[in-house]
């Protein structure tokens, strides 16, 4: 079965089978090979030039050809869930690449041709066993969105600070002892979410990050949040539960645009005076604290719009 899109201008034309692509070859762009139970890459693939997008997830595919370049068009190259060992170094000629997602496989490492994808915008690397990440990542200046999640990343390289245009990054599940401090250089960061690591503390300047509107550093070592934190003005969730935190900076009440605060599991032994500030607050998290029943009433009654959980 083959799809066609309806614009003329632009075409998308998809194609199910290996071997019907084969007899589209001019016209087909997207070729979509999921859930076939296919163990090796299929060279004839590499015939389809004018493939700009090639999906193969959900196989069992252990390896990819170093000579994939020859998809010369493709621009988005799904192949989570897999069984993918290492990158070939050809990879990094693939010029147009938009989307790399890699996720669920079984990847250690990451060859440094990976800094050539100068178009790369999203890079999925989730779930696998990835150690540490080429100091050429920090070329890929295109990059919006970069997931780590649930590696064995003990660290990230200086050069991230490089990625001028990142607007998600998610290391969640690794093994980050610190954020390093060139991060606050990524002046366009959204959503920062580094949950269930290592780490004691975040960037003291932390608050230069204008744009920030998350922030997810749970289940972490944190036992204080630097000030700088309260000139996030864009900050929309502050995600702190599961660390050893006993107060917050005076100026948290600054944070205006602050709709969720979730402090749940901490050290805390009394509401933290400046939250009563934060009249934007929908939902406040305080429980597995040692914060009395009258605190809580205390808080309730200046912020009767926030829902707070105390139990």
């Not at 762009?29 to 076939?36: E, P, V």
């Not at 693939?94 to 994808?117: C, F, R």
Request: proline share 4%; hydrophobic share 40%.
């Amino acid at each position: 079965m083959m799809d066609g899109a309806n614009n003329p201008e632009k075409s998308i034309v998809t194609c199910y089978s290996v071997e019907e692509a084969l007899q589209n070859k001019e016209t087909v762009t997207k070729l979509d090979l999921h859930f076939k139970d296919l163990e090796e890459f299929p060279r004839e693939i590499l015939e389809l030039e004018n493939l700009t997008e090639l999906v193969l997830w959900n196989n069992r595919l252990t390896s990819i050809p170093d000579d994939i370049y020859r998809l010369k068009n493709l621009e988005k190259l799904e192949l989570s869930g897999n069984k993918i060992k290492e990158l070939p170094a050809g990879i990094g000629q693939m010029e147009n690449l938009k989307v790399l997602v890699l996720s669920w496989n079984q990847l250690t490492t990451l060859p440094a041709a990976i800094g050539n994808l100068q178009n790369l915008q999203r890079l999925g690397l989730n779930n696998n066993q990835i150690e540490n990440l080429p100091s050429e990542i920090g070329k890929l200046i295109n990059l919006k969105e970069l997931v780590l999640s649930e590696n064995n990343i003990s660290s990230l390289p200086q050069e991230i600070g490089n990625l001028d245009n990142l607007v998600k990054l998610r290391a969640h599940g690794n093994n980050l002892s610190e954020i390093p401090q060139e991060i606050t250089k990524l002046e366009n960061l959204e959503k920062l979410e580094v949950n269930q690591n290592n780490i004691s503390a975040l960037p003291e300047n932390i608050g230069v990050m204008k744009k920030l509107q998350k922030i997810r550093v749970c289940s972490n070592l944190l036992t204080e949040i630097p000030g700088s934190i309260t000139e996030l003005e864009n900050l929309e969730k502050l995600l702190l539960f599961e660390n050893d935190l006993k107060s917050l900076p005076a100026g948290i009440g600054k944070l205006a645009k602050l709709t969720e605060l979730d402090l749940s599991s901490n050290e805390f032994t009394a509401v933290p005076e400046e939250i009563a500030e934060l009249k934007g607050l929908k939902e406040l998290r305080l429980n597995k604290n040692h914060i009395d029943k009258q605190s809580i009433e205390g808080l309730s009654s200046v912020l009767p719009n926030t829902k707070i959980k105390w139990q």
